[in-house]
C-alpha cells in the first residue's frame, strides 16, 4: 500500500547513503557499487525494507538491491536503515517495468514477496511473474535463473506456478502454506508479518533456470 505525503520524503532520499540516486551508470557493471565480485540478488517491490534489510545482514557475502517505486514507502525503509551500517546493501527507486534497462546480466537471484495481484486478467501482463516480466528477468540475470515468490493471494500463486513452467522454470521449492513447515530460514516480510497474524496461508514457491 502506497503511503501518502511523507514530509520531507525527498530530501530524505536524495541525502541518504542508501540510494543510489544516479543508477545508470552502474548498468552492467554493479559490482563496482558494491566494490566486490560477491552475488547481487535483488527484492523488486520492496516495501518498507524488512524482508532485505534482514538478508543483507545475514548473509554479508551477498550484496543486495531494493526496489521500489514510491518515495513515501522508500522513506519508510530508510528510517529504519539509517541507523545501521549495511555495506551490502542499496536502494534503487525505479518502476520495475524498466527494470531491464538498469541491469545488465548481472543479477543472480530474484525476490517477489507480496507483489500486486492485478486480479483483473486485461491487467495480466502488469503481474511481476507474467511471461513479459520474465522475459525482462532474462536481460537481468548473470547466468543461472533464480526467483523465489511469497503471496497471500491464492490466484496470483496458481497464475505464477503456470507462468514459471510455462516459461521452462523448474520448481526448486513450494508450499502451500508457509507457516505450516518449518521456519528455521524464514525471514518475514510486514506484509507476511500481517496477513499471517489475521491467520491468512502464505503461498511460497522457489524456482529456477539453468543457462545451456
Not at 31 to 53: A, D, Q, T, V, Y
Not at 160 to 176: N, P, Q, V
Request: charged content about 35%.
Amino acid at each position: 500500500m502506497r503511503l501518502r505525503n511523507v514530509k520531507g520524503a525527498k530530501e530524505k532520499i536524495e541525502n541518504s547513503k542508501y540510494i543510489v540516486l544516479d543508477y545508470s551508470k552502474y548498468y552492467g557493471k554493479f559490482k563496482e557499487l558494491f566494490k566486490n565480485n560477491n552475488p547481487i540478488h535483488i527484492e523488486i517491490g520492496m516495501g518498507k525494507g524488512k524482508f532485505i534489510r534482514q538478508l543483507a545482514l545475514k548473509n554479508p557475502h551477498i550484496n543486495y538491491l531494493g526496489i521500489e517505486k514510491f518515495d513515501s514507502v522508500i522513506v519508510r525503509a530508510l528510517e529504519k536503515l539509517e541507523q545501521d551500517d549495511i555495506p551490502n546493501l542499496y536502494l534503487i527507486r525505479m518502476d520495475a517495468t524498466e527494470i531491464d534497462k538498469v541491469f545488465d546480466h548481472e543479477i543472480d537471484k530474484i525476490y517477489l514477496n507480496f507483489s500486486d495481484p492485478w486480479p483483473k486478467e486485461r491487467h495480466a501482463n502488469r503481474r511481476l511473474t507474467s511471461s513479459l516480466f520474465l522475459k525482462r528477468y532474462d536481460a537481468i540475470f548473470k547466468k543461472d535463473k533464480e526467483i523465489c515468490f511469497k503471496t497471500d493471494n491464492r490466484h496470483l500463486f496458481e497464475y505464477s506456478i503456470k507462468s514459471f513452467t510455462e516459461y521452462s522454470y523448474k520448481i526448486k521449492d513450494i508450499c502451500l502454506d508457509l507457516y505450516d513447515e518449518d521456519l528455521t530460514d524464514n525471514i518475514s516480510t510486514e506484509y507476511e508479518d500481517k496477513f499471517h497474524d489475521k491467520g491468512m496461508k502464505i503461498y511460497k514457491i522457489e524456482v529456477y533456470k539453468q543457462t545451456k
